[in-house]
């Protein structure tokens, strides 16, 4: 297999623990981009926090944000589409956390026409929200109003839990209201309008080029990466992936600290 185009997590995958690209790594996707094939982000971060890994790239592949909700163009740094959870799911999600999980925080990610739209409030939480990493974004509100607009994703957030032990407690009373994931272990759920992932926002961007699912690689380390593994023409677990990832992926690579996405590239791109 020749892939025709590349689809990758960031955090845990493209980049090692000091949250850089490396020297190794760039070098096999610069290969592979010089060669034709397409590239492409796929993560959980918002599409303002893209920029810093064009940065290191050297150039701004299109970006599959919010975990398939999102597709953003950094080249231009527009918003392509954003599919939402209404008004309405939001309100229906809350109780069923607040009920299911008792004391757990609600925050949401909104969009607005650019990565950095200043007329958008995008990171916004309820009052007591414990943030599961560094957030200089967060706007906090009332509950109330949290739940007044639209949201590309709902987050959930319980200091102290295991996200693997909130999405099975949740998982039974969600339903149809959107689809549960998760990116860390840490108490954090993310709750996605029903149907998403990022297999459906790869396919979002590889449809118009004429790009089939058996000509894409594809690379993750967790759950929310489980179903672009299991949709692509070879999926790739990195080796510090959770074990759900490494069991639905077609290979397993070595870790993120050792240029494992690097020593896949490098079979076709020298």
């Given amino acids: 297999m020749?892939?025709?185009?590349?689809?990758?997590?960031?955090?845990?995958?493209?980049?090692?623990?000091?949250?850089?690209?490396?020297?190794?790594?760039?070098a096999a996707v610069r290969a592979a981009?010089?060669?034709?094939?397409?590239?492409?982000?796929?993560?959980?971060?918002?599409?303002?926090?893209?920029?810093?890994?064009?940065e290191q790239l050297g150039f701004a592949p299109m970006s599959v944000?919010?975990?398939?909700?999102?597709?953003?163009?950094?080249?231009?740094?527009?918003?392509?589409?954003?599919?939402?959870?209404?008004?309405?799911?939001?309100?229906?999600?809350a109780d069923i956390a607040a009920k299911v999980i008792p004391g757990a925080g609600l925050a949401v990610?909104?969009?607005?026409?650019?990565?950095?739209?200043?007329?958008?409030p995008q990171f916004v939480s309820s009052p007591g929200y414990e943030h599961a990493?560094?957030?200089?974004?967060?706007?906090?509100?009332?509950l109330e109003d949290l739940l007044s607009a639209p949201a590309v994703k709902l987050l959930i957030r319980k200091a102290g839990a295991q996200s693997g032990d909130m999405a099975e407690a949740l998982?039974?009373?969600?339903?149809?209201?959107?689809?549960?994931?998760?990116?860390?272990?840490?108490?954090?759920?993310?709750?996605?309008?029903?149907?998403l992932s990022k297999a459906t926002g790869v396919a979002e961007v590889a449809g118009?080029?004429?790009?089939?699912?058996?000509?894409?690689?594809?690379?993750?380390?967790?759950?929310?990466?489980?179903?672009?593994?299991?949709?692509?023409g070879l999926g790739v677990a990195m080796g510090n992936a959770h074990p759900d990832a490494k069991a639905a992926a077609d290979e397993v690579t070595t870790p993120n600290t050792e240029d494992g996405l690097a020593r896949v590239l490098e079979r076709w791109w020298l």
């Fill in 208 to 232: 118009p080029l004429g790009i089939a699912a058996g000509d894409i690689i594809t690379f993750g380390d967790m759950p929310n990466d489980i179903p672009m593994l299991q949709w692509a």
């Fill in 65 to 93: 944000c919010a975990n398939g909700s999102v597709i953003y163009d950094p080249a231009t740094d527009r918003i392509l589409s954003a599919r939402t959870l209404s008004v309405e799911a939001l309100a229906r999600l």
């Fill in 2 to 26: 020749l892939p025709a185009l590349i689809a990758t997590d960031v955090d845990g995958t493209l980049l090692d623990q000091h949250e850089r690209v490396t020297p190794r790594t760039a």
């Fill in 33 to 54: 981009v010089d060669a034709g094939v397409r590239f492409v982000l796929a993560t959980g971060r918002p599409p303002r926090w893209i920029p810093p890994v064009v």
């Fill in 133 to 142: 990493w560094l957030n200089p974004d967060n706007t906090e509100v009332s």
């Fill in 109 to 120: 990610e909104r969009v607005g026409r650019s990565a950095h739209d200043a007329a958008t």
């Fill in 171 to 195: 998982a039974p009373y969600v339903g149809g209201e959107g689809d549960l994931t998760y990116s860390t272990n840490n108490g954090l759920i993310e709750v996605l309008p029903s149907g």
